[in-house]
């Protein structure tokens, strides 16, 4: 069963401007991560967030976490044409410690 | 990819021939994953090794069976590939596991005709 449903499916945005992803869990959870995956390539990581955190940043990203809703947004702020990408929430859930739960994925398209 | 490759990284093969897939690793994690990525699924756990011989089912471990000699080395292998096998696997690894980042390999591609 898939853990995170993220919103939307698909975004298209100018170059410049921010981006904002989100992503819904159904289950408590230790922690939440973001990765990105190039077309073709393997997932990279690019931040993660623990239950009894709210914000975190890393340089032009932040992501915050709401437990209380079982969400989490990921938002990218003066977005570049590097920045096309699809983007992924894993979930680490309090039972399955050491194993992720990845969300069907974000596309995101910059525009020149 | 740094330290983790996939091999073959692209394979065509028939329904019912077998099939593995071995994931390599230099980083000495002890964790090691394979999932499958698919078109409106995202990715799916399929079988996960915290140790040497030691391995866990995943969300859709119907199919596939792993093996881990050696630390370096997690084989995924399909008995018999079916065609709903196809698509794109994706080894990954983590040090300690819980709260963890994991790391990806570039991916194999396979196709079951």
């Known amino acids: 069963s898939q853990q995170g449903e993220e919103d939307p499916q698909a975004l298209s945005i100018q170059e410049g401007e921010n981006a904002t992803m989100n992503c819904s869990y159904k289950?408590?959870?230790?922690?939440l991560q973001w990765y990105r995956q190039n077309s073709g390539r393997g997932l990279v990581h690019l931040i993660l967030i623990r239950s009894n955190e709210r914000e975190k940043h890393s340089g032009r990203l932040r992501v915050t976490l709401d437990t209380s809703k079982k969400s989490s947004s990921l938002l990218i702020t003066a977005s570049r044409a590097a920045d096309t990408a699809s983007y992924f929430c894993a979930t680490e859930g309090i039972q399955g410690a050491q194993k992720l739960v990845f969300g069907q994925g974000t596309r995101l398209t910059i525009n020149p | 990819d740094a330290g983790i490759t996939q091999s073959p990284r692209h394979k065509v093969t028939e329904t019912g021939t077998p099939v593995t897939l071995r994931c390599h690793q230099t980083e000495n994690h002890r964790y090691m994953y394979w999932y499958r990525q698919d078109p409106g699924h995202g990715l799916r756990l399929i079988h996960y090794s915290y140790g040497v011989k030691d391995t866990d089912k995943g969300e859709v471990s119907d199919g596939y069976s792993v093996s881990r000699s050696k630390t370096e080395d997690f084989l995924l292998t399909l008995e018999s590939a079916t065609s709903s096998q196809t698509s794109v696997y994706f080894c990954?690894?983590?040090?300690w596991g819980g709260g963890q980042t994991q790391y990806f390999g570039p991916g194999t591609r396979l196709t079951v005709l």
């Open positions: 289950t408590s959870i230790n922690n």
């Open positions: 990954a690894i983590s040090d």
